[in-house]
């Protein structure tokens, strides 16, 4: 299975935020979308970064309250690693377990076209283990 597989099956809506806006700015917007990361934009396309909760949870736990008023680009991380649409389900896990990461943009031709999380490649490694499971009982249960 492909990450195209994985872009079919969600929204492709992606959050992003401007390396201009505040840490209290882009937690609005993850509490508002329900979710652990957001693409930054800058100058140069399609990403100059990611904010994730990672970040704003060492900025707190470093400066404290004084955290919320620094920028975005202040706090993201810039070491982006992004996948495409050619990238298998295999090669996912092993990038997100190897980097530590949660989300990956997905960029295409050089627009950012998804994201990919955690969450969506357990859930589609859970659909191929039950699919499996179905057809290897259907198989034993025509003997």
Do not use: W
Request: glycine share 6%.
């Amino acid at each position: 299975m492909q990450v195209s597989n994985l872009l079919a099956n969600k929204n492709q809506d992606v959050a992003t935020i401007s390396q201009e806006r505040t840490v209290a700015d882009a937690l609005l917007l993850l509490k508002e979308r329900a979710i652990g990361a957001l693409v930054v934009t800058g100058p140069t396309p399609p990403l100059v970064g990611i904010f994730s909760e990672r970040d704003a949870v060492r900025a707190l736990a470093t400066s404290g309250a004084a955290a919320l008023e620094t920028t975005v680009a202040e706090l993201m991380s810039t070491d982006v690693q992004t996948c495409d649409e050619t990238t298998t389900v295999t090669e996912l896990m092993g990038l997100m377990t190897e980097r530590r990461i949660r989300h990956l943009p997905v960029v295409h031709e050089g627009q950012l076209v998804g994201m990919i999380s955690i969450g969506d490649v357990v859930k589609a490694r859970f659909d191929e283990l039950e699919h499996d499971k179905k057809d290897l009982l259907d198989y034993v249960s025509a003997r």
